[in-house]
């Protein structure tokens, strides 16, 4: 098993490379402040929630996007929300996506809005594997002992 000192180092690494690779930014540091001892899972539940969220999003936008008349409206307005929430977490890279997307939905641009939920639905999916490994790391390191870095 790892050492704690080991397992600081490994999730100091692997936080780092989030915000270095634009998968979080500031916002998620601030999403960690609030979280404390009456509440320490508050940053995975938010995240949870986020993630139940886009899911239902994306699905939504899937139906959208397969309607032979495409109700753009009803589109940007998913893609608005996706944006809120994924900006509400720090998801930096899905929330630039959603930027491009309900650029594609002013112009009413069906390819470009298909093209854009493809990348959408990509980045989406990176930043939930990152941070679910994010939170494994996190466990581990409580488990084995330690505490996690104050934010």
Known sequence: ????????????????SLYN????????IQLQQLADESNPDFVVEVVSLFFEDSERLLNELTKALNQPNVDF???DAHVHQLKGSSSSIGAQRVQRMCIAFR????????????????????EYTLVKNKLETLFKLEKQ???????????
């Open 1 to 16: 098993m790892e050492s704690v000192n080991q397992l600081q180092r490994k999730l100091a690494d692997y936080t780092s």
């Open 21 to 28: 690779e634009k998968f979080l930014d500031e916002q998620f």
């Open 73 to 75: 409206k009803k589109v």
């Open 103 to 122: 650029n594609y939905c002013e112009q009413q641009i069906v390819e470009g809005c298909i093209k854009c939920l493809q990348q959408v639905k990509n």
């Open 141 to 151: 390191l409580v488990d084995a002992g330690g505490s996690l870095p104050v934010v």
